[in-house]
């Protein structure tokens, strides 16, 4: 039923030469699909279009390739290139684990080696992708025909107890760090934790501060509400939700409320529609491309274009009916064409507003 394309043969001559106008409604919605993926791939040709949260590098810790055509992948440089997709800012997840010092040592570790594993990846690819550390870079990558890719690192459990890692991943071209992941670590609560330290705790301050001073985006998806109050507070420099959608449209903690938007707005940060079926609708196998439709422009409305973006959560559970991989992204433009916004809203919602925050916190 989201198929973007839709093959059809017959004559409407036939029928308008005895004045038979039944297949003309037909006619007209062909025409304007196909008015709408020209006026996308428009827009694509001449905008950044940046995906802020995939999670690849689990798949290329199983032995597979970014240059390839691959059928396990949501994300690779096929799909990009279908999907006329400029940059993907891939993490190095970390699931939450102990927090003895062996556990911890050996989460610095897993970091370490999915940071490498993606600049592996991205370096097998002949020169048709890169690796990017800012945004002028993602600019220069696209005006030569070639994919970008950002590293970041979801899960503040890879730094240990040690905040100079953070000046270490920093120099190795992580652009964000998500502070936790489902579980309380050392630095602030979850939105699925046990409330350890009433929000952000006083190692969570300093590691916040750090960020803001190498230069490191703080992203609150994952976290607490009140982890979320706390970083708005104490960051010098505005924050981001790389992958969280709208709590009023599905009432689920991992999403932000009107409240939460308001605030980030305010401050100047973004939030990144997730696509992931879970946080679009309550019931996850009924959500299709037209709740995030419906998430964007909630989350419009209630932040401003200036506020949103996307963050599709690919190959980390993100993907779902009409949005199903990277090639699709192509058709979301059309689709939110249809809704109304125009090519300079589109352009700030897929990739301007991002940058923006990005070079707040490089001080560029």
């Known amino acids: 039923a989201f198929r ?20 003309m409604p037909i006619f007209s919605w062909l025409i304007e699909q196909a008015e709408l993926y020209r006026r996308a791939k428009e827009l694509h040709s001449k905008t950044i279009i940046l995906d802020s949260h995939c999670d690849s590098p689990m798949l290329f810790d199983e032995g597979t390739h970014f240059f390839e055509k691959n059928p396990k992948m949501l994300v690779d440089l096929h799909k990009m290139n279908l999907g006329r997709q400029d940059a993907s ?39 048709k992708a890169a690796l990017a550390t800012t945004p002028e870079e993602l600019w220069q990558n696209k005006f030569k025909g070639v994919k970008s890719v950002v590293r970041g690192i979801e899960n503040g459990y890879a730094i240990g107890l040690d ?37 952000l705790s006083e190692f969570g301050k300093r590691v916040v501060e750090r960020m803001n001073r190498v230069g490191m985006m703080v992203d609150m998806s994952h976290a607490s509400e009140k982890s979320f109050w706390d970083a708005l507070e104490c960051s010098s420099k505005p924050i981001i939700c790389s992958h ?24 100047g940060g973004v939030a990144q529609v997730c696509m992931y079926g879970g946080f679009l609708k309550k019931r996850e196998e009924d959500a299709t491309v ?5 998430h964007i422009i909630h989350m419009i409305d209630v932040m401003g274009v200036d506020h949103v973006g996307i963050g ?53």
């Not at 973007?4 to 030469?17: D, S, T």
């Not at 409320?257 to 605030?263: C, I, K, S």
């Not at 037209?290 to 419906?294: F, K, L, Q, S, T």
């Not at 939110?336 to 991002?354: K, R, V, Y």
Request: some cysteine.
């Open 163 to 199: 905040i100079d890692n953070l000046d270490r991943f920093r120099s190795r071209g992580v652009a964000y760090m998500t502070l936790c992941h489902n579980g309380d670590n050392d630095i602030c609560d979850s939105h699925k934790g046990n409330h350890e330290h009433n929000g």
């Open 89 to 127: 800012f891939m993490v190095a997840y970390l699931k939450q684990e102990g927090r003895d010092e062996a556990s911890l040592k050996a989460a610095v570790s897993k970091a370490d080696r999915l940071l490498d594993l993606i600049e592996q990846r991205i370096g097998e690819c002949n020169g």
């Open 244 to 267: 969280s959608s709208s709590r009023a449209l599905c009432d689920h903690t991992r999403n932000l409320t009107d409240e939460q938007m308001r605030a980030l707005a305010e401050s």
């Open 290 to 294: 037209n709740d995030a439709v419906r």
């Open 312 to 364: 599709s959560d690919f190959d980390g559970g993100g993907g779902i009916p009409g949005l199903e991989d990277a090639s699709w992204f192509v058709s979301l433009t059309g689709r939110l064409m249809a809704q109304g916004l125009t090519d300079e809203q589109l352009s700030l919602l897929w990739g301007g507003n991002f940058l923006r925050v990005w070079r707040d916190n490089i001080g560029l």
């Open 4 to 23: 973007p394309i839709l093959g059809v043969q017959w004559h409407p001559e036939c029928f308008l030469l005895e004045n038979d106008r039944t297949m």
